[in-house]
């Protein structure tokens, strides 16, 4: 019997070809996936930027359109250097309304001022200096507010005289 070798390289030929096609698909499939998920990463990154740009261009707005606002804010404030000049508006309006006006225990601390006003008059006056003392164009907190009056109202003595005592705060911006 003969041998036909011919057989034997075609089936080594077949292997051979056989594990090419194997490992080139395996390189194939490596370099999909390996490139899925660096795509995959990139576009997750890329949507976080595109978020990111998104809510600064939201902040940059609303910061836009609450620029008078925040000027408002500031002017309804009083500022270290503008101090004296909320004290003496609230000497002002005592001697606008012709009640006597004693401001004592002025502390600023902590960004806040407080003081304690006492104004002296007729019930007119008082209550005309309370209504603008709390008008005033900054944001101001009236704590411990007594209305006491002193003596009966008689001919000789004249009208009653009246005290309003009041602890006064507001925020104070450097």
């Known amino acids: 019997m003969k041998a036909n070798h011919k057989h034997y390289i075609l089936f080594a030929l077949s292997i051979l070809a056989f594990a090419s096609a194997i490992w080139g698909y ?6 999909i996936t390996y490139h ?10 890329q949507v976080i930027v595109d978020e990111k740009r998104q809510l600064t261009q939201q902040v ?9 606002d925040r000027a408002r804010i500031f002017s309804h404030s009083v500022t270290v250097d503008k101090v004296v000049d909320f004290i003496e508006t609230i000497e002002q309006i005592g ?3 012709s009640s006597a006006t004693v401001i004592s225990a002025i502390d600023i601390s902590e960004g806040f001022l407080k003081a304690h006003v006492e104004m002296k008059g007729s019930w007119v ?40 005592s009041a602890d006064i705060k507001t925020a104070v911006i450097k």
């Open 60 to 68: 940059e707005s609303i910061y836009g359109k609450t620029a008078e």
């Open 36 to 45: 899925g998920r660096e795509s995959s990463e990139v576009m997750s990154k």
């Open 125 to 164: 006056d008082v209550m005309k200096a309370l209504v603008l003392v709390e008008n005033m164009p900054y944001s101001i907190s009236l704590n411990n507010i007594r209305l006491n009056k002193t003596g009966e109202s008689t001919v000789e003595t004249g009208p009653r005289v009246w005290v309003l």
């Open 95 to 97: 001697t606008t309304t």
């Open 26 to 31: 395996w390189a194939l499939y490596y370099t």
